[in-house]
Nanobody, 123 residues
């Protein structure tokens, strides 16, 4: 059973910043992509950002962002701590959503999810 432990989130004003963290399994779990998705009320879950495994693979550490957050959010990964971060700057009210940490295990094409953390951007 894979557990993804999320932290961070909360309330921020427009233009403010928040940082999310997600602790995942150790290196012996395999090669995996980690990322963040979000779901606003009445909307489908959508991709925010992903980052490739930091290893010898050709796509190691490669990041991918949705157009909605590109230039404002930064995803990073610390393999020593088995943790992925999402630094969110220049927040907008439309960033309000529940943010979910995701781990995609490449060997089995399986997705694992965190419990979600609320981010609210409001003045």
């Amino acid at each position: 059973q894979v557990q993804l432990v999320e932290s961070g989130g909360g309330l921020a004003q427009p233009g403010g910043s928040l940082r999310l963290s997600c602790a995942g399994p150790g290196r012996n779990f395999g090669v995996y992509v980690m990322g963040w998705y979000r779901q606003a009320p009445g909307k489908q879950r959508e991709l925010v950002a992903t980052i490739g495994d930091l290893g010898p693979a050709t796509d190691a550490g490669i990041t991918n962002y949705s157009d909605a957050v590109k230039g404002r959010f930064t995803i990073s990964r610390d393999n020593a701590k088995n943790t992925v971060y999402l630094q969110m700057d220049s927040l907008k009210p439309e960033d309000t959503a529940v943010y979910f940490c995701n781990l995609h295990l490449l060997s089995t094409n399986t997705d694992y999810w965190g419990q979600g953390t609320q981010v609210t951007v409001s003045s």
